[in-house]
């Protein structure tokens, strides 16, 4: 067991779940958003949130993954609701510690056009029109996001913000997810093969 050496910086909605799928058909152990009943054997970490996990190591211990070693890929980092916001996508003092403890890690950025994304924020369950304008996210303070163009500015400020702090990194690697030639790219940055490809999460978002 070697611990994480696969973190992906995507927001919501931006093919997140789609690169889960495609990294579990791979035979990796991916944590994504929340760990559920079975995928651990640490049963304090069993229910809880990722990025809750994440933070509270790296201010604990200062390694963030101290406690997600079984795993080999994070992805959905994220967690939004009405008691907490976590964002450690966003977080540069806390992914240049990951990178000083976890030197062979490999960065993902899980890119979609910012207006597909807002729109799809919009009508994914309550994400875009409660609990985003409701809480306090980085980039996007409390009040903000309750339009689309709102979220689609927050979402593109993200990824410019990733193009920047990792500028000249090798171990990074930004990818559209309507790109024909994702799979190939994110496999080859990987060095593993991805025998599946497709588009997850589709049929389930809510129009309130």
């Known amino acids: ?17 789609t690169l889960t799928d495609a990294l579990r058909h791979a035979g990796l152990r991916v944590a994504d958003w929340r760990i559920r009943k079975g995928q651990s054997a640490l049963p304090d970490i069993t229910g809880e949130h990722v990025g809750r996990i994440i933070y509270a190591d790296y201010f604990a211990s200062g390694d963030p993954l101290a406690r997600l070693q079984e795993f080999d890929a994070i992805n959905e980092m994220s967690a939004v ?26 960065f993902l950025l899980s890119h979609r056009d910012p207006a597909k994304t807002a729109n799809s ?13 409701q ?25 410019t913000f990733c193009r920047r702090v990792f500028a000249g990194y090798a171990n990074f690697l930004e990818f559209d997810i309507e790109d024909p030639g994702a799979r190939d790219k994110i496999a080859a940055h990987l060095g593993i093969d991805l025998p599946w490809w497709g588009q997850s999460n589709t049929g389930k978002e809510v129009a309130e």
């Open 1 to 17: 067991m070697t611990g994480p050496r696969i973190i992906n910086l995507g927001l919501p909605k931006t093919g997140t779940t």
């Open 81 to 106: 609701r009405h008691d907490r916001s976590l964002w450690p996508q966003t977080d540069w003092g806390l992914l240049s510690t990951i990178q000083q403890h976890h030197p062979d890690i490999k």
């Open 121 to 133: 924020m919009m009508r994914w369950n309550n994400l875009g029109r409660r609990r985003l304008p």
């Open 135 to 159: 809480a306090d996210v980085p980039g996007l303070p409390r009040g903000f996001g309750r339009s689309e163009a709102e979220l689609a500015k927050w979402v593109e400020g993200h990824f």
